[in-house]
């Protein structure tokens, strides 16, 4: 699929989910599990890598 859509994908350390749970923690006041957390996770990392977006960008982030 990511083939076929030009999609691309980030691989979040636990390091990295723990840091998203805790910025939605202490920013948001949303608690959640680490896959809750993954999304955001991946966006940090991407970020962190120097990836720049064209438009809006989502993340789906579930709770506890």
Known sequence: ?????KGGG?????ADIITAQNLLKEKAA???TGNGALS?????RARSKGT???GAVAVI???K
């Open 1 to 5: 699929i990511l083939t076929e859509t």
């Open 40 to 44: 955001l996770a991946g966006l940090i």
């Open 52 to 54: 720049t977006f064209k």
């Open 30 to 32: 949303i608690g959640t």
């Open 10 to 14: 980030w691989i979040a350390s636990n």
């Open 61 to 63: 982030i579930t709770g």
